[in-house]
């Protein structure tokens, strides 16, 4: 399954038929989304049922995420697995919220099927930005707050009116629980770049009228959803947490934030375990963690784009160089001493010329598209037999 490229959700209708037992109810659903990093707003991996076959990235892991707490959320919900109920049901739930997403030219591109709208729409939720050429030229920055449309359509699906305004306190006593946790510990820049992070994902709020009014604290007693709170909680243990220490001010906090919601002692001892255990495992892959400058970020963006771009396109690509010998004469040298500014050129004019040939690929005979020819480069001597890289050293597959 390819979330990038048009039928995937049509696909996943296909898989999911055969895994309907996956989640057996709401705590084991969110318990396994908690695991991918959905509910922190960290995608790091996808549900077992689901087996990619290529490298994900954090934003189509993240859209398979949305779609299937989304989808399990129905069946759990309403009793009924039928997908394209489903669909239907999901569509009428963002039309209400007023977050279609879908915009005169993409309802041009997207057909009449519910899938390809829905796919229109889940893009239009998962990126904060939807500018498709910033987006490739700049960080891909995912939404942090998506569980919050999972909570508020199981809202939804047993309430008759009020889902826009549920929607709005759920993003305002969110936002509050971070700044509040944020004020309970001595901030520094990773915290400054997840409270920007969960800021930039408001949807249904306006940060700069409405966030901060004070009834903060006695909202969020009042509130008596049980997975709401839990999910309060664990977004309040993820701002105090991300450093790696727990000051004694943030467990006094997180304790009594868990105490406001109704939570047992024990399972605020849990949610921070929970938090615990998810940073020792991925702390490296989280985005808002890493203190690299702009150009390492830069690079690593522009790295990422490139591999997904080869690994999309791997057949064709190496069918095109393979009939290049020259091409591929010069990318075996490039791996192990620097080319001449003549072979430079040749090497760009032939992988040009091979752009113009995959549709995919146009992005590099862009305006500004040549800077990313040297991570091209770079990253191209994967798809050609180990013989072409004399330095070339097999990794064994992880277990």
């Known amino acids: 399954?390819?979330?990038?490229?048009?039928?995937?959700?049509?696909?996943?209708?296909?898989?999911?038929?055969?895994?309907?037992?996956?989640?057996?109810?709401?705590?084991?659903?969110?318990?396994?989304?908690?695991?991918?990093?959905?509910?922190?707003?960290?995608?790091?991996?996808?549900?077992?049922?689901?087996?990619?076959?290529?490298?994900?990235?954090?934003?189509?892991?993240?859209?398979?995420?949305?779609?299937?707490?989304?989808?399990?959320?129905?069946k759990q919900e309403?009793?009924?697995?039928?997908?394209?109920?489903?669909?239907?049901?999901?569509l009428k739930f963002y039309e209400l919220l007023e977050v279609s997403g879908l915009t005169f030219l993409s309802k041009l591109f997207a057909g009449n099927k519910t899938s390809a709208k829905l796919e229109k729409l889940i893009d239009s939720r998962v990126y904060l930005e939807d500018n498709m050429l910033s987006k490739t030229f700049n960080s891909i920055i995912t939404n942090s707050l998506l569980f919050i449309d999972v909570l508020t359509y199981k809202y939804h699906l047993t309430h008759e009116s009020g889902t826009r305004q549920h929607a709005q306190l759920l993003e305002y006593l969110t936002i509050n629980t971070t700044f509040h946790a944020l004020n309970s510990k001595e901030i520094?820049?990773?915290?400054?770049?997840?409270?920007?992070?969960?800021?930039?994902?408001l949807t249904f709020v306006d940060f700069e009228k409405n966030a901060f009014d004070g009834s903060f604290r006695k909202k969020l007693i009042a509130n008596n959803s049980e997975w709401e709170n839990r999910y309060f909680l664990d977004i309040a243990c993820l701002t105090v947490w991300e450093d790696k220490t727990f000051e004694y001010q943030e467990s006094e906090f997180i304790h009594g934030i868990g105490r406001d919601l109704g939570i047992e002692e024990k399972s605020i001892v849990r949610a921070l375990e929970e938090i615990t255990a998810f940073f020792?495992?991925?702390?490296e892959v989280v985005p808002f963690l890493k203190d690299n400058n702009l150009a390492v970020q830069f690079y690593e963006s522009m790295a990422k784009v490139v591999d997904k771009l080869i690994s999309r396109n791997s057949k064709r690509l190496k069918k095109e160089l393979l009939e290049?010998?020259?091409?591929?004469?010069?990318?075996?040298?490039?791996?192990?001493?620097?080319?001449?500014?003549?072979?430079?050129?040749?090497?760009?004019?032939?992988?040009i010329d091979i752009f113009k040939s995959i549709p995919s690929l146009a992005i590099f005979i862009l305006p500004g598209g040549a800077v990313l020819l040297p991570i091209f480069i770079k990253l191209i001597p994967k798809l050609l037999p180990s013989s072409f890289d004399d330095n070339r050293v097999e990794k064994s597959k992880e277990k």
């Open 78 to 90: 309403t009793e009924n697995s039928d997908f394209d109920a489903f669909l239907e049901s999901i």
């Open 280 to 283: 020792a495992k991925n702390s």
């Open 1 to 74: 399954m390819n979330p990038s490229a048009s039928g995937w959700i049509d696909k996943f209708g296909h898989l999911v038929k055969d895994n309907l037992e996956t989640y057996s109810d709401f705590r084991d659903l969110y318990g396994g989304l908690k695991k991918t990093g959905f509910v922190y707003g960290i995608n790091v991996k996808v549900p077992r049922f689901i087996t990619p076959e290529h490298r994900l990235s954090e934003d189509e892991i993240a859209k398979i995420n949305l779609l299937t707490s989304l989808y399990f959320t129905f």
């Open 324 to 351: 290049s010998k020259e091409l591929v004469a010069l990318l075996t040298k490039s791996t192990i001493k620097d080319l001449d500014e003549e072979e430079k050129k040749k090497v760009q004019n032939q992988l």
């Open 188 to 201: 520094n820049k990773k915290d400054e770049r997840l409270a920007q992070l969960f800021e930039a994902s």
